[in-house]
């Protein structure tokens, strides 16, 4: 590994944030999937959590709109509600769904420095209500339009964005954030892709 490789790979997991995941749930269009990963890697987010009960475990991702981010993500797929959320529950200590209710709270009003996982719903009926049930609560983005719904990938963006400002203004991206455990483990995996990145190029 070359020294501006091994400082480029130690720079973005520094930055990478133990403290917050997104679940997708029953997304059918793997380039909806992706177009989050990629956002996910642009922020820091290192763990996703794809939930498909109604719809077969995807097989491959959506490549063009992920841009390889899939590659320095990881990914944790389920097709049992209670099972994610049982694994969602040991790492995070709220979890949030996106869904319009009397009791949703604002995105500007949730405080993303704290432990926190974030649920999105498909594209057509949302968040189903087995995983309303479970979570600890739901929050809206703010809108004014005709059309009160955005794309799932758009949401994500909007969201993390908001996450990613309020995490910077605390300083959160300026410790690391992983285990050192889990640092290392990422490291090693994110050192065997580069490998796989320069053969190929060969």
């Known amino acids: 590994m070359t020294p501006e490789r091994f400082e480029k790979l130690t720079a973005v997991l520094k930055k990478r944030q133990g403290d917050i995941a997104i679940v997708m749930e029953n997304v059918f269009d793997p380039h ?3 177009a989050v990963m990629r956002t996910c890697d642009a922020v820091g987010v290192q763990d996703i959590y794809v939930l498909n009960t109604k719809i077969p475990r995807h097989k491959k991702w959506g490549f063009r709109s992920s841009s390889s981010a899939k590659k320095w993500l990881t990914a944790h797929q389920f097709e049992n509600t209670k ?3 049982d694994a ?3 790492n995070y200590s709220t979890i949030l769904t996106t869904h319009l209710s009397s009791d949703a709270v604002s995105l500007h009003s949730i405080d993303f420095t704290k432990s ?3 649920v999105f719903g498909n594209e057509h009926s949302g968040v189903s209500d087995e995983t309303r049930a479970m979570a600890d609560g739901n929050f809206i983005i703010p809108q004014v339009g005709i059309i009160r719904s955005l794309n799932i990938s758009v949401a994500c963006a909007v ?3 908001e996450a990613f400002r309020q995490k910077s203004n605390a300083g959160q991206y300026n410790q690391q954030s992983l285990s050192d455990v889990r640092y ?3 490291f090693k995996e994110w050192e065997n892709n580069g490998r796989e990145e320069m053969e190929n190029e060969e």
């Open 159 to 161: 969201t993390l964005y």
């Open 83 to 85: 099972e994610c959320f």
């Open 116 to 118: 926190i996982a974030l």
């Open 32 to 34: 909806n999937i992706s």
């Open 184 to 186: 290392n483990e990422l």
């Open 88 to 90: 969602l529950r040991k």
